[in-house]
C-alpha cells in the first residue's frame, strides 16, 4: 500500500519536474537554446537534452529491457561527465552542436518521460530503480538552477539584453542587522532521516565548534557599494593572494553584471536593466569578493558548519551563502558504485562549500544540511555573503 | 536612355543577389544560423544581416534623407570591421548574439531590400552611387561564398555532420596534365575596362616574368594521398619553418575534413560524408600544405602574376588557388575615401594572394584579375594547388 | 640575564642560518644562480639577497636609525610578494636580472650579515625586535628549503643535468607497514608554548576526531611503481577531475624527475641519474596523484588534523606529506599587522597543507604543529605520500 | 699561388671573425650571458657556442677525418634549427642550460678556432670546403649582430639597465630631406660576380619598376615624435589590421625602449639611457609602425627592388630599412643540397624583407643584394624607416 502510494508520489513529482523544466525555457526563443558562450555556460537545448538523457541512460536503458533507445546517438551527445558511460562530447563542444534542433530535442524529452512514465506504473519498482529516479529528478532541479544562471548569461552577454517572462526575483533583506550566538561545543553535522540526499551529505558526524556569531540576514547591495566606494577593489591587503590576481587579470571593480553609468550602479537582471536595489543582497561575486568584503569589516565568512548548526534561526533562500569551508569529504564518505558514483567526489579539490539556496532553486530541493560548491572564482551562479565572526 | 537601362540592371542584379543569398539559407534550421563555432566563422544569421546593414549604411542613410532606419540598434550590432563607422560588436562576439532572431534579420532584409529597389526606381542615380550599390553587391556576393565556407565548417564540427541541400560539388579534373609554357617579357597585369573591379586590382602596371610553365589542372585527391603516404607531413624539408610548427602543434596529417577510418579517407561535404574522390581536386588545403606539395613535386606555385598571364589558357572555378606571391600592394595603390577605403589595404600584410574562383563562388563575380588572399594557415576557404616552375 | 643569553643564541643561530644558505649555494657555478626556468622557481642568486633584503627591510631600516641601506634599489628588485613594501619586481620576472651580479649579492649579504650582529650585539633588543629577527631567520630556513627544490628544478630540466654536492638523499623507508589506530574524541590543535611558530598554527582550539588508522611510514618507490602499472595514470575513478585534466593536458605518467628507458623507471636526484630505489620513498608527487594513489589502494590521506594528532607516533622528516585538508584558518586566526601580515592567509584559498619535514628541510625547523601548504598540482617539492582511512 | 693566397685570406679573415665575438662578449659579466629572457632572444652563451658548433659539424667533422670532436653532446646542445642535423634542444629552451657553464665554452670555441686554423693551414681546400668556411664566416658575422640585438634586449629588460662598453652609435641623419628620381624601365635584380652571397640573393633576374622617388635618408626620431604627437598610434586609418592589433594588444605607444618621464621621451640603449637625440634616425621599429608613418605623410616604404636600384645612390649603414616587399624566393631559386640548404627558404612566408645595413652590421658584411628579414612585429633588431613613393 504505502509502496504504491509513494510510486504515485514519485510519479508526480517526476512529470511535475520535466514539465517545469520546459515552462522555463518556454519564453525563450529557438536561437536563444544553442550557444554557449563561455565554457561553463550550457545551451538550454543541451540542458532539455541531458536531463533527458540521465533517465534514458540510467533508469530506461539499464531497468527496462523492451525500452527502445529514440535516438542511439544522443548517449554521446548529452552525457556530460560521466567517463564511466562511455564517450561523449566534450564540454566546451556542447555549443557547436546545432542538431538535433530544438525541436527534436523536445521530441527526446516527451518520449522519455512517457515512456518513464509508463515504466513507474507498470511494475513494483524495486527500492534501487526508486532511489536512482529520485537522484534523476534532483538532477534535473540542479539543472532547472544552472538553466537559470545560464539563460542569464547568454542574455546578459549580448548587446540586445533580452529578458525572461516570469523570472525570481530578490526581496529586500531584513532592515536590522543582528549577530546570532552560539556557543562552544560538539555538534552534529550531515544527513540523517530517510529523505533524498546526496552522497556528499552522508556520514552524520561531529564536529566541534567554538564559541561564534552569525549574521541574521545578507550583505545587501548598497553595504556592498560602501565596500567599492571604500576602495575594496584596490586594496590587496583584503584579498587572498588568488584573489588580487583574479581580479586585476580580469579587471573587475563590481560584481558580474554590474555597470555604472550616469552616475549610478545599474545591473542586468533577468527583467532587465535596473539601478541596483540598496536593499536587496548583493549577487554574483566570487568567493574572493565574499571574503574581502568580510575582511574589510573586520568580519569572517561562516564555515559550512557554523551554518548547518545556525540553519534554523537563519532565513534563507534568497542567494547561495559563500562559506569559508573547502568541499571536502565528511568522514566515512562514500562514492556511490557505478557511474553515479562520478556524482560528487571528482570534485572535492580546489571548490567552496556554498550553503543555504536561491531564488532559482527548485522547491523541495533545499535542505539544512545540502553542500553546494563552486570554484572560487565562479560568479555567474546566483551567490551573497552572509558574515559570521 | 542608356542611364535608365543600366539602373534597371543594376536594380535586378541586386534583387537576385539578395535573394540568392536567402536562397542559401533556405535550407538552414534556425539553429544553425546563430553560432560561432571559431572566431573566423561567423553565423549565418550574422552574414544575412551585416550584407543588410552594408547597403542601409552606405547607400539608404548616406544618400536617401528620407531614410527611416529599421532598428537604430543594428549599425551597432552588424558592422564588422569598418573602425570608421563607431563602434561595433567585436568580432568573437558574433555568436553571442542570439537577438535579433532570425525572423527579425530576414524581416530587416525585407525592408532594406524594398527600400533600396525604391530607391533604385526613383532617382536618378549618380555614378558615386551607382558604384556603391556595385560595391554592395559585389560584397554581398562574398559573404555569399563566406557563407558556404560557414556552413561547411559549422557542419562539418559537430557530431551529427548535418548536410546542406542543392550544395556545390567538385568535378573530376581533366585526366591528363599538361604544363603550358609562357615566354619571358614584360606583361600587363590589374584591371583594365569599366566593369567592377576592387582597388586592389587597380593600377594596371607592367611586371617582367621569366620564362615558366604552368599546369593545366588542379592537384587532385589521388596525387594528394600519394604525398601522405611518402610522408610528406612528416618530412621537414618540405615545409616552411611557420608551417612545419603550425602543422605539428595542431597535430595535421590531412587537409580540413578528412578522417581516415577503415583503412580508407574520407571527408566531410556539403553533401555528406563520402570517401575521397581520386580525380577530384584537393581542397581545404592551407598555403603551407600546397607549398610543401609543390616541393615534394620538385616544382612549385605560380605567382599571381604567371597566373594572370596564364589565364585566359587555364580553366578554373573548382577551388580558389593559393599562389607563392604575398599580398601587396600594387604600384600606385590607392584606397577608397572613407570607410569603403578599409576594405582592402589593411590586409596587405601576412597574407598570401589566391587566384580563380570556387564553385562557391558567385556567378559573374570571378574575373582574371580578381585577387583573393587568405592568411597561409587558414584552410576552412575553398582553395587548391595548382602546381608551376 | 637570561635576555642577554637568548640574545646571543639568537645571534648565533642566525649567523649559522646565513652561513648555511652560502654553503648550500657554494657549489653551484655562477650561471646556475641566475636564471628561473619557469614561474615558481626563483634564481639562486635572488634566494641569496631577498632572504637578506627581508633582514635589512623589517629589521635594520626599521629599527636602525644610523642604518645605511647597501644600495636603495634593491629593495625593489628583491621584495618578493609584500605589496605593502612598495613597489617590486614581479615574480616572473625574477630571471631578468642579471645584475646585480652574483658577487654583489654576496657582497649585499656579507654586509647585511655584519650590520645586523652588530645590532644584535650593541643593543638590547625588545622583544618585537628578537620576534621579527627569528622569523626572518625561520623565512631564510624556508628559503633553504626552497632553494633546494629550485636548484633540482633548474639542474633537472636542462640536458647536461649537473649535480650537487653534498644533496641530502633519502633513506629506505620502514620494511614493514603498520596502521595505527586513534580513537575518537576532541583534540586540541596548533602551536602551543613559547617557541616560535607561525601565525598559521596559532589560535590552539579543538576538534572532534572520528576513529582513525594512519600508515607508520610512507608509500615507497616500489609501491608507486605498481600503481602506475595497474594503469593508475589512465583510470579516471581513481582521480579528481581537475587532477584528471592536470595530468591529461600535461601528458604525465610518473613524479617528476622520473624517465623510463631500457625498461627501467629512473629518475634524476642532485647526486645524478639514477635508478629509482625500490624502498625510499616515492616523490615529486602532486596532490592529485598522492590522492590517485590512495583511491586505488581504497584508502585516503590523513586530515592535518589526524596527522597532528598521530606525529608523536609517527617518523618524519623525509618528505612532506600532503593531507586531504584544505589549507585554512584556524578559528580565531588573526594576521599580523603590517607587511610581515601578509605572510600567511592570503594563501588561504586553492591549496593544500602537507605536514612533517623533508630531507631539504633545516634542522629545528619542523614541528608538529608546521602546516606546510602547496597548490594540488605542485610537484617539485620534496613530498610523498603517507596513507590513512 | 692564387689559392694559397686565398686560403691566407680566408684564415685571416675566419681569425678574425672568431675574435671579435670574443670581443663583444668581453664587457659582459658571466651572469648576462645565460638567459634569455624571451624566445627570440638567446642568451650570450649560445651564441658563442652555436657559432662554434656551426664549424665543428659543416666543416671539422664533415672534412677532417682525424677531427676528434670536442665534447659529443654539444651538438645537441648547440644545434639551432638544422633539423637535417638531428635531434636538438628547442629552441624556447636555451635558457635552461646553465652548462656547460661560459668558460666550457670559451674553451670549445679555443678549441675548434686552433683545430680549423690548422685544417686551413694544411690542406689543399676544395672550393667547396671554402664556401662553406666562407658560409660560417658569414653565419658568425649574423649572430654578431644578433648578439648586439639579444644584449641590448637583456639589458633594456631589467631594472638596472647595465651598459655595454664600446657599443656602436647612431650617427644623426642628414639635415635635409631630398627625394632622388628613378625612371620606369626593366632593372637587373640580384647579386652577381664571384664574391660571396646566400643563396636567396642568387638568380639574378630582371623586374620592371615603375617611376619612383626615394629619400635620402632615415625618418629621424623628432620626426616619428611628431608622428607619436599627431594621435598615430591612436588613428586605425594608418595602420594594417594586424599592426592595429598588434600594438593594441600590447598596448604600444613608441619604439622599443622608448619611456616617457618628465615630459620627454627616453630611450634604453647600449650606452645608457639618454634623451632621444633629434637628428639621429628612429630605431627600433616593427614594420607596422614604419607603415603606419608612411601612411601618415602620404607616401609608402620602398620595395627591395626600388631600394637595390637606389642603393648606389644611398648612404646606408646606420639602421636595416624595413622595405615593403615579403621575403620571397627570387625566379629560379634553389635551396642549397644537405642541412645547409635550410638557411634561408624555409623563413620565406609571414616575413618582410629589410635592406641595408646597422651599426652592428660587421665590416664587409652588408652589400646591395643583401635580403634581411624578419617578422613584421619584430621590434628588437636595429630598424629603421626610409620613405619612397
Known amino acids: 500500500m504505502e ?19 520546459e515552462v522555463i525555457c518556454s519564453n525563450l526563443e529557438v536561437e536563444d537554446t544553442v550557444i554557449q558562450p563561455v565554457e561553463f555556460v550550457s545551451p538550454p537545448k543541451w540542458h532539455l537534452a541531458h536531463t533527458t538523457w ?30 564511466n558511460v562511455g564517450s561523449r562530447v566534450l564540454r566546451p563542444n556542447r555549443g557547436l552542436m546545432t542538431r538535433p534542433k530544438l525541436q527534436d530535442v523536445l521530441d527526446y524529452r516527451l518520449y522519455v518521460t512517457e515512456q518513464l512514465s509508463d515504466f513507474l506504473a507498470s511494475e513494483d519498482l524495486s527500492d534501487e530503480q526508486k532511489e536512482v529516479i529520485e537522484i534523476g529528478i534532483q538532477h534535473e532541479q540542479q539543472h532547472q538552477e544552472l538553466l537559470h544562471y545560464d539563460i542569464k548569461y547568454i542574455f546578459g552577454h549580448q548587446p540586445a539584453f533580452p529578458t525572461l517572462e516570469n ?7 531584513l532592515k536590522t542587522e543582528k549577530f546570532l550566538s552560539f556557543e562552544e561545543g560538539v555538534y552534529e553535522i550531515g544527513h540523517q532521516g530517510d529523505d533524498f540526499c546526496f552522497d556528499n551529505e552522508l556520514g552524520r558526524h561531529k564536529v566541534y565548534l567554538h564559541d561564534f556569531v552569525i ?14 566606494e571604500a576602495g575594496g577593489y584596490s586594496n590587496f591587503n583584503l584579498w587572498h593572494a588568488d584573489g588580487w590576481e583574479f581580479i586585476n587579470s580580469n579587471a573587475l571593480n563590481a560584481p558580474m553584471y554590474w555597470h555604472q553609468f550616469n ?42 558548519f557554523e551554518w548547518e548548526v545556525a540553519s534554523s534561526k537563519l532565513n534563507y533562500g534568497q542567494l547561495w551563502e559563500w562559506t569559508n569551508s573547502a568541499y571536502l569529504p565528511y568522514p566515512n564518505f562514500k562514492t556511490a558504485d557505478g557511474a553515479l558514483g562520478e556524482y560528487n567526489g571528482k570534485f572535492m579539490v580546489n571548490t567552496m562549500v556554498l550553503r543555504g539556496a536561491s531564488i532559482a532553486t527548485s522547491v523541495n530541493h533545499s535542505r539544512p544540511t545540502y553542500r553546494n560548491f563552486f570554484a572560487p572564482n565562479d560568479r555567474w551562479q546566483f551567490a551573497g555573503i552572509r558574515l559570521a565572526k
Not at 3 to 21: A, I
Not at 167 to 173: H, I
Open 215 to 228: 549574521s541574521n540576514r545578507l550583505v545587501t547591495n548598497s553595504e556592498y557599494i560602501e565596500f567599492i
Open 3 to 21: 509502496t504504491l502510494t509513494k510510486t504515485d508520489q514519485l510519479t508526480s513529482k517526476f512529470q511535475f519536474v520535466r514539465r517545469r523544466t
Open 167 to 173: 523570472a525570481p526575483s530578490l526581496k529586500d533583506e
Open 263 to 304: 552616475g549610478q550602479w545599474h545591473h542586468y537582471t533577468l527583467s532587465g536593466f535596473q539601478t541596483v536595489n540598496p536593499n536587496a543582497p548583493v549577487s554574483h561575486v566570487s568567493f574572493y569578493e565574499a571574503s574581502a568584503y568580510a575582511n574589510l569589516k573586520g568580519l569572517r565568512l561562516p564555515t559550512e
Open 54 to 83: 540521465f533517465f534514458e541512460e540510467f533508469v530506461l536503458t539499464k531497468y527496462n529491457p523492451d525500452y527502445k533507445v529514440f535516438n542511439p546517438e544522443y548517449s554521446y551527445y548529452f552525457n556530460s561527465y560521466y567517463n
